[in-house]
């Protein structure tokens, strides 16, 4: 059974920092790019950093240079630093898992955790 369990959301003051952290279960972890998402109320769901597995990164243009993700093999996780917080970072934080092997996509998402940035 494959699982995606994030944590580490919660309310954060306007220039604050949290760091989300993604555990994965019941996939072979290191084949895997590994993304963010958000996904804020009225709004579509948007991809927001991306790390593949060869460690190549790739962010959103609005949290470049705010937000670092990284990933631990062995420990089968993926983080998200979010620094410098805005409101309009304001959504739930999805983790998800990609891959195309042998023809066949693999997509796995997490449950999501809330991320807010207010005072």
């Known amino acids: 059974q494959v699982q995606l369990v994030e944590s580490g959301g919660g309310l954060v003051q306007p220039g604050g920092s949290l760091r989300l952290s993604c555990v994965a279960s019941?996939?072979?972890?290191?084949?895997?790019?590994m993304n963010w998402y958000r996904q804020a109320p009225g709004k579509q769901r948007e991809l927001v950093a991306s790390?593949?597995?060869?460690?190549?990164?790739n962010y959103l243009d609005s949290v470049k240079d705010r937000f670092t993700i990284s990933r631990d093999n062995a420990k089968k996780s993926v983080s998200l630093q979010m620094n410098n917080l805005k409101p309009e970072d304001t959504a739930v934080y999805y983790c998800?898992?990609?891959?195309?092997?042998?023809?066949?996509?693999?997509?796995?998402w997490g449950q999501g955790t809330q991320v807010t940035a207010s005072s």
């Open positions: 998800n898992a990609v891959l195309r092997f042998s023809f066949k996509d693999y997509d796995w």
């Open positions: 019941g996939i072979t972890f290191n084949l895997y790019t």
């Open positions: 790390i593949t597995s060869r460690g190549g990164t």
